[in-house]
C-alpha cells in the first residue's frame, strides 16, 4: 500500500485548498477512505471519511467547511477545504480504512 499525499500549502483565514491523496497497491475502489490531521503538540485526529460507495461523515469541527470526494478511476481522494481556519492548520495525511500504512503527509498552514 502507498500513499502520496500533495496539495498542501500556505493560505489565508477563509481560503480554500484542495488535497490530494493517490493510492497504489491494493484495489482502491473496494476500500474506504480516510483524512486524518495533526497538528503541532496535539494528538492525530480523523477529519472524516468517504466509503466505498461514497458516503462520507466528518468531523463537528470541519462539517459544512470540508468536503470528501474520490475518483476510482484515478485511485485518488481528494480533501476540498473551504473557509479555512487559522486551528486547521496541520499536517494532513490521508489512510485507507482498513489498512496501517500511513502516507507522509501533506503540511497545511492557514495565517495572515
Known amino acids: 500500500v502507498q500513499l502520496v499525499e500533495s496539495g498542501g500549502g500556505l493560505v489565508q483565514p477563509g481560503g480554500s485548498l484542495t488535497l490530494s491523496c493517490a493510492a497504489s497497491?491494493?484495489?482502491?475502489?473496494?476500500?474506504?477512505m480516510n483524512w486524518f490531521r495533526q497538528a503541532p503538540g496535539k494528538e492525530r485526529e480523523l477529519v472524516g471519511s468517504?466509503?466505498?460507495?461514497?458516503?462520507?461523515n466528518y468531523a463537528d469541527s470541519v462539517k459544512g467547511r470540508f468536503i470528501i470526494s474520490r475518483n476510482n478511476a484515478k485511485s485518488t481522494v481528494y480533501l476540498r477545504m473551504n473557509s479555512l481556519k487559522p486551528e486547521d492548520t496541520a499536517v494532513y495525511y490521508c489512510k485507507v480504512a482498513t489498512f496501517p500504512s500511513w502516507g507522509q503527509g501533506t503540511q497545511v498552514t492557514v495565517s495572515s
Open positions: 497497491g491494493f484495489t482502491f475502489s473496494n476500500y474506504a
Open positions: 468517504i466509503s466505498n460507495g461514497g458516503r462520507t
